[in-house]
């Protein structure tokens, strides 16, 4: 079993920068798209970002231009950058990591922004 641990959640005012971090328990697991949801208070989850083992991306328009998605796939991890933070932003997020059509998923890590 893969557990997908994530840190780098917390608290920042509006305008400020978090980075997110979430990496696979095995070494040997080789997902074909890691990436990022959040789900607001009240909302559904909604994908913010997705990079692919080759490195190609996809962001959320409302996140273009402020969140950044890398990975690095020797160590089985990828980031979420988010500069220009906003109030609603504020979220939990959620890791997830597909290998061989199943998808796995953190545990969660608050992000919240104040105004």
């Known amino acids: 079993q893969v557990q997908l641990v994530e840190s780098g959640g917390g608290l920042v005012q509006a305008g400020g920068s978090l980075r997110l971090s979430c990496a696979a328990s095995?070494?040997?697991?080789?997902?074909?798209?890691m990436g990022w949801y959040r789900q607001a208070p009240g909302k559904q989850r909604e994908l913010v970002a997705t990079?692919?083992?080759?490195?190609?991306?996809n962001l959320a328009d409302g996140v273009k231009g402020r969140f950044t998605i890398s990975r690095d796939n020797a160590k089985n991890t990828v980031y979420l950058q988010m500069n220009s933070l906003k109030p609603e932003d504020t979220a939990v997020y959620y890791c997830?990591?597909?290998?061989?059509?199943?998808?796995?998923w953190g545990q969660g890590t608050q992000v919240t922004v104040s105004s």
């Open positions: 997830y990591a597909v290998n061989l059509f199943v998808t796995y």
């Open positions: 095995r070494s040997s697991f080789s997902a074909s798209a």
């Open positions: 990079v692919t083992t080759g490195g190609s991306t």
